[in-house]
């Protein structure tokens, strides 16, 4: 008889998260299908899927990006369920961001050379900010995890989550200063970091204040 292995925590969080990357994937795959067939692959439904896919990725991030500072604030049930909902918002922001780099190579070899047109600034920073992506999302599944000493896993997705979420912050800024629309997601990333920083003093100072 075949003896049972027994699966550990980290073997159930690893299986878990694929299946939950699984399933964004398809559900991504799906929406965007049905779009597509809708409205046919020209310009205009490319665009709009660059679009929405940029939008849903920013929230996603800054969910994850803000949710301990909000915890450390609040205190309350949904912040706490938003804490425990990290690495599950980060992988979802990973997959719809991969659709949105997706799209972007779509629109460039097929429409618009975008990015043919960027600057080599934009794109080297967008490059660096995907290699973050991958590498924190891949760190995500305790497997790859235990590969890092804590210091070193802590590090790149404290200094990752940072270097994406300046760029978004770039990005909306820019995009603030042309179009109204994008009043809300630039303030709520201005929002993200400040709340952040007020997380940070308020630790230092309880900690001084013990002393």
Do not use: C
Not at 165 to 190: C, D, G, K, Q, T
């Amino acid at each position: 008889m075949r003896r049972k292995t027994s699966m550990t925590s980290g073997d159930r969080s690893n299986a878990a998260y694929l299946k939950f990357t699984s399933a964004m994937i398809l559900f991504g795959f799906g929406i965007i299908a049905t779009l597509l067939f809708t409205q046919g692959v020209q310009e205009d439904s490319v665009r709009l899927i660059i679009r929405w896919t940029a939008k849903i990725s920013g929230i996603l991030f800054l969910a994850a990006f803000s949710a301990s500072s909000i915890h450390y604030f609040t205190k309350s049930r949904i912040s706490k369920s938003l804490v425990a909902s990290r690495p599950k918002l980060g992988l979802a922001f990973a997959v719809s961001h991969t659709f949105h780099l997706a799209f972007l190579i779509l629109l460039q070899q097929q429409i618009h050379p975008v990015f043919t047109l960027a600057d080599k600034t934009s794109l080297t920073g967008g490059f660096i900010a995907y290699l973050f992506l991958y590498a924190m999302a891949i760190t995500t599944f305790p497997s790859f995890k235990a590969k890092l000493s804590s210091k070193n896993w802590r590090g790149l997705h404290l200094v990752g989550s940072y270097w994406i979420w300046f760029i978004f912050f770039n990005s909306y800024f820019n995009s603030a200063m042309n179009r109204e629309r994008y009043y809300l997601l630039f303030a709520l990333f201005v929002a993200g970091f400040l709340l952040r920083k007020l997380q940070y003093i308020h630790q230092k100072w309880i900690g001084s204040s013990t002393k």
